[in-house]
């Protein structure tokens, strides 16, 4: 080790990003591209009756339309959501039916505006409630230890509520986009994408396409955000490749507006919950029955299981799991940061706060109080458990200790005043499968090379600071390789498992190398290397930890919420780039304020879309929403979880944050806010 | 229809011909290949696209190409000089004051402008008194960047960095 992790270190792509010369999907040089846009449904359940494209194809500049009929067919339509273009049903309100593609943008903006569709529309239902006559359980409940009902009947204290969140889109900066470019001679698909998994988007896409992997290359050097929305390709894709394949030899370039954002590229389900806590008079947990709601789409089947988190959080001698899908005429759910955890820690984390005012204890600790020693949920030893160490930590810096309980009796000037805290998790996820290569380029140079993604991570640095650690060099010695799947293969940045895993990786291919050609290499010498299982050793679990403590002021007459300070303290491992995980954890914090006060998509039930479909509409927090904020790690390292000792960071700070703020917004005004997000009308009894 | 018009661009002049539909930001990024303005939401909600035009802040998304003919634009890659970065590009490398990098470019621009506004002494709904010149507190960074959407939430250390480039007097 030359102690390169754990050095605070500017990104290595910073000056490409502050300059805007960093190429992001659509900002390659492509030669001579022509331009996508997509004809979509106007109803949101039905059939396609007929489909004129004659006064589209009739504009000038238009090189092709694309319908249900004249698309090419795909070689496997075993997955929905990407099945395009391939039949006349109609799921969803806003699913592509068609495209039209041109020489400019503008000419295929309009031309799609000319074709005519025609309909026979059928009844549709897009509202999520929990006596859907067609929900359904996921799973069994997960039952664990001793019989939930009998130990409430039996409790001091219960706890039991209904809680919910709303649907939110993940909408990162850059819109989803993606360049086809079809070579017919050598078949073989080009596809410069916005994507958190070249190497996934080659393993989904190829098969559809009826292509052999190595005929479908997928760029991403540069990806605009994500948080779970580019973790998998999504129809835009699919469009580009299909329209790609239309008009040979060009590279047809589909952006997607942000209104398009809000329909087919994933989003977070809403929730509905019920919890129901038993406890003894002094905080105790004795049961914890965690029941949830998601919707699922009719072309996907991605759950947003809020329940599964209560599983392993608290102890409980009686505990029930269970998580019910409720079919409905939308577009696919799809990952949106800590997709469960987020939602579900909003609904323990606030039951917490229920719970320790019923049995008038500190919410600190009532958390120090049933901290579990193993994992609840399986028995595990845990490989680093430091929940306690976060909210010790949280509430020094914070200032927390003689916090007067009584909500609602401070006052500055107009302002009620309160403070809050909730705790933090999220699992540890290592992804086998990763392979690194690693390169001796002469002089002492390295090139390291895997098709990882940094969709903003700082995925670029955090790996060549593992690099250099690993192979025993400095980091300005390492060139890194990432984006392309013609690397070696990489998992995808999700579930907050890209550094461990990537990382791990690199780790192995270094070790192999340096077995294969010692300290002093001969230029050229080269080693491929990976990972393919988890060395979490059996027995164990291993999974991130945290606390958020937040001061709110609640103006009583416009029902205004400010957050004028927030820490967080997090345990996860050893922190490879100091510089760049704070910003994450911030970044997810930031994400709590927007998704406790901000962020709702508000589903038209009459016509099935969402109507806050742009930045106007759908809130999000701007500059003035954050004030003084800031996030903090334990000095930490879980080698058990990962060779490097860290664990994941890029989920984590979403999770409890938000029930932090209405855990706040309680104790400044004494109203006990389950449902987000707490919006000035709610604050003021709407 | 399509027209003819004159920009300079970074310092560069260009004659370029495009459909009268076509926004400033598109003739940027689709006839000149210039990368750092950015679409985020093509309908000025989200200043990705920000860009200075004669000194002062614009986003380009949001007005016509044919509108500006004969302008004088700097974009993010033109900001910086044979003496490397900008002040304010550095300071977002020193403070990590992003993380995905898409807003980037509109951000610094947006933050030299304002920065500029603020020493001509415009007030921002912030400013206390309207009468004395606005004095950069964070509180009037955040309101007169609040333009400026960061979805990765980069905002304290973008505060950072707007403060530590003002400090080295770059306004």
Known sequence: MTGAIGTSTARVDGIAKVTGTARYAYEHPFTDPVYLYPVQATITRGKIDTFHASAAEEVDGVLAVLSPWNAPRLADISDPELTLLQGPEVKFRGQIIGAVIATTPEIARYAQSLVEVGYAEEEHDTVLRTDHPDRYPEDDPQTIGDDVDQALSDAEIVIDQQYSTPEEHNTPMEP???????????????????????????????????????????????????????????????????????????????????????????????????????????????????????????????????????????????????????????PPPHWMRAPGEAPGMFALEVAMDELAVAAGVDPVELRLRNDPPRDPATGNRWTSRRLVDCLHEGARQFGWQDRDPRPGVRRDGEWLVGTGMASATYPHVMMPGTKATIRHNGAGRYTVRTGAADIGTGAWTTLTLISADALGISPDRVTMEIGDSSLPTATVAGGSSGTSSWGSAIVAAAEMFRRQHGEDPDAGAQTTGGVSEDPLAEGYTAASFGAHFVEVRVHPGTGEVRVPRMRGVFSIGRVINPRTVRSQLLGGMVMGVSMALHERSVRDPRFGHVVTQDLA?????????????????????????????????????????????????????????????LTPAVLLGD | MESKLALTVDGEEHAIVVDNRTTLLDALRDHLGSTAPKK???????????????????????????????????????????????????????????????????????????????????????????????????AEIRERLSGNLCRCGAYVNIVAAVKQAAEEGTA
């Open chain 1, 176 to 330: 989803h986009t993606s360049v086809a470019r079809w070579h017919a001679e050598e078949q073989h698909l080009t596809l410069t994408t916005a994507t958190q998994g070249p190497h996934s988007v080659v393993d989904t896409l190829a098969p559809l396409l009826g292509l052999e992997p190595q005929q479908l290359r997928v760029v991403s050097p540069h990806v605009g955000g994500g948080f779970g929305s580019k973790a998998a390709p999504h129809a835009h894709d699919v469009l580009a490749a299909l329209g790609a394949m239309a008009v040979p030899g060009r590279s047809v370039k589909y952006a997607i507006t942000r209104q398009q954002g809000f329909v087919f590229v994933g989003y977070r389900s809403p929730t509905q919950q019920h919890l129901r806590l038993g406890a003894r008079a002094d905080g105790t947990l004795t049961a914890i029955d965690h029941e949830s709601f998601s919707q699922v789409s009719p072309v996907g089947s991605f759950s947003e299981n809020a329940s599964s988190i209560s599983a392993s959080m608290y102890a409980a001698d009686s505990r029930r799991l269970v998580h019910h899908l409720v079919p409905l005429d939308v």
């Open chain 2, 40 to 138: 985020g939401c093509d309908h000025g909600q989200c200043g990705s696209c920000t860009v200075l035009e004669d000194d002062r802040r614009v986003t380009t998304c949001l007005s016509l190409a044919v509108a500006h003919d004969g302008a004088s634009i700097v974009t993010a890659s033109g900001l910086s000089g044979d003496d490397g970065l900008h002040p304010m590009q550095q300071a977002f490398i020193d403070q990590d004051a992003f993380q995905c990098g898409y807003c980037t470019p509109g951000q610094i621009c947006s933050a030299i402008g304002m920065l500029a506004e603020a020493a001509d002494g415009s007030p921002s709904f912030v400013t206390d008194d309207l009468a004395e010149a606005p004095s950069l507190t964070d």
């Open chain 1, 617 to 677: 509409s759908y809130h999000v927090p701007v500059h003035a929403d954050i004030e003084d904020m800031d996030a903090s790690w334990l000095d930490d390292s879980d080698e058990l979880a990962t060779p490097m000792g860290s664990r994941g960071a890029g989920e984590i700070g979403i999770v409890g944050s938000a029930a932090a703020i209405a855990n706040a917004v309680y104790h400044a005004t004494g109203l006990r806010l389950r449902h987000l997000p």
